[in-house]
């Protein structure tokens, strides 16, 4: 069924005269008598009782009559609600990202952007996996994504907004916990909070990178997929970790986080969109973000 089938029984329905009704639809009569009844054949169904003087509406076309009026209503509705929103750019944005860009970046940026936009709504989802915010983005699940890496796909586009390194979390009473910095040797013998590969590929892979190049085996103790669970480990005295350098925001008094050596990798935060399609919010959004964020890691800052 087609929504110009539905014009058409309308038309019909309130003028009662196949004549006047084509007339207002800009159809011939006899194009617009094929559509009604292609739609009687498809709902198995007369809605019109036709003589050669009069057309009168069946039990059955009056009962349809009502509902065909209000979908009608409805999608203009719809479509006008819809044309408002592209208009003045008012909408609900539908953000995702990696905890750090949830819990660190976005809530001041989340303020200054409700200053400027007090009537739009942001709803947010927190996974770990930068591919699942890449694929809900892809899938227009999501406007904006904080990834770690940027998409490989060309209709998205991604800018960086900073870089840090990585640090190793320790109990402030460990013996490592006054160095400046410390490297994979330092850790070696020590049991490892560890991070399982689908869940923190980045941080998984930085991990074992650094072993590798020594023909070292990590001793992992556990692995566990949120760094709060970590933390929470690593205090008990189960084993060390390794996490990004924002983790120090939330590291208990007791648990030092000191930089860990690496071959030049840095551990990168994006903000993602799709290339085409986005409203004058969206790019307001990005905007607000950058600002925040060159406030608080200027791009390329080691951390």
Request: include cysteine; aromatic fraction near 6%.
């Amino acid at each position: 069924m087609e929504l110009r089938q539905l014009q058409c029984f309308v038309a019909v329905a309130e003028e009662l005269h196949f004549r006047k009704a084509g007339e207002r639809l800009g159809l011939s009569q006899p194009a617009l008598s094929d559509r009604i009844s292609a739609l009687e054949h498809e709902l198995g169904f007369a809605l019109f009782f036709r003589t050669t003087r009069q057309v009168s509406l069946t039990q059955a076309g009056s009962e349809f009559l009502r509902d065909a009026k209000r979908i009608l209503a409805d999608i203009d509705k719809s479509v006008s609600k819809a044309r408002h929103t592209a208009d003045s750019g008012l909408r609900t944005l539908r953000v995702s990202g990696v905890d750090e860009a949830i819990s660190m970046l976005l809530p001041p940026a989340l303020m200054e952007f409700r200053k400027r936009h007090p009537s739009v709504h942001v709803d947010i989802l927190e996974i770990s996996s930068s591919d699942y915010h890449t694929q809900e983005l892809a899938n227009h699940r999501t406007d904006i994504a904080f990834v770690r890496k940027p998409p490989e796909e060309e209709y998205l586009k991604a800018d960086l907004l900073y870089q840090q390194g990585a640090v190793v979390v320790l109990p402030s009473s460990s013996e490592l916990a006054g160095r400046d910095t410390l490297s994979a040797a330092d850790i070696r013998d020590h049991p490892i909070v560890g991070f399982p590969k689908h869940a923190r590929p980045i941080l998984h892979d930085l991990h074992w990178s650094s072993y590798r190049a020594h023909g070292w085996q990590p001793d992992i103790a556990c692995e566990v997929i949120d760094k709060s669970t970590m933390l929470q480990l690593v205090a008990h005295g189960v084993g060390i970790g390794l996490a990004p350098a924002w983790i120090r925001a939330l590291a208990p008094a007791h648990l030092s986080c000191i930089p860990y050596q690496t071959d030049g990798e840095s551990i990168e935060l994006y903000i993602a969109r799709r290339a085409a399609e986005n409203s004058k919010m969206v790019d307001e959004f990005v905007d607000v973000v950058k600002e925040v964020s060159s406030g608080l890691h200027p791009v390329g800052a080691g951390q």
